[in-house]
């Protein structure tokens, strides 16, 4: 059954993306879509205790609750990555952005952005 989810997914993904403009988070979207022109894929990081405050103030849960779920849902990400690419999860050679936003914040990370993806707009 998952596989046959991934398929699904897949697909929707493609659909979407040959429709037009759109943002799509996560979901091996960078390897789906890759070598497109049309598209343009970013990859935010960011220090631990940094992910882990924003847990904390989004979902007003105990320090170490918060750091445990980041890093849970990290080596989920981090699984399921490889299992559909074959590939590590947040390598810069996959993205044509790599951000951090413990260094740059979330919304020098949204101007970065849109002012990649401006410069670039004949392609994308």
Same mark, same amino acid.
């Given at each position: 059954?998952?596989?046959?989810?991934? $398929?699904?997914?897949?697909? !929707?993904?493609?659909?979407?993306?040959?429709? *037009?403009?759109?943002?799509?988070?996560?979901?091996? $979207?960078?390897?789906?879509?890759? *070598?497109?022109?049309?598209?343009?894929?970013?990859?935010?990081?960011?220090? !631990?205790?940094?992910?882990?405050?924003?847990?904390?103030?989004? &979902?007003?849960?105990?320090?170490?609750?918060?750091?445990? &779920?980041?890093?849970?849902?990290?080596?989920?990400?981090?699984?399921?990555?490889? &299992?559909?690419?074959?590939?590590?999860?947040?390598?810069? $050679?996959?993205?044509?952005?790599?951000?951090? @936003? @413990?260094?740059? *914040?979330?919304?020098?990370?949204?101007?970065?952005?849109?002012?990649?993806?401006?410069? *670039?707009?004949? &392609?994308?």
């Amino acid at each position: 059954m998952p596989d046959q989810i991934n $398929a699904y997914q897949t697909e !929707l993904i493609k659909e979407l993306a040959d429709k *037009g403009s759109c943002v799509i988070v996560g979901r091996c $979207a960078d390897y789906i879509l890759q *070598g497109r022109e049309d598209c343009f894929h970013v990859f935010i990081t960011g220090a !631990l205790p940094d992910r882990a405050n924003r847990v904390i103030t989004e &979902h007003g849960v105990a320090v170490d609750v918060a750091r445990s &779920h980041v890093k849970e849902r990290d080596r989920k990400r981090s699984s399921y990555y490889k &299992h559909i690419t074959d590939q590590a999860w947040g390598m810069a $050679a996959n993205y044509d952005l790599c951000l951090n @936003s @413990s260094k740059l *914040g979330i919304d020098r990370c949204v101007e970065l952005i849109l002012a990649s993806v401006d410069m *670039g707009a004949d &392609h994308v």
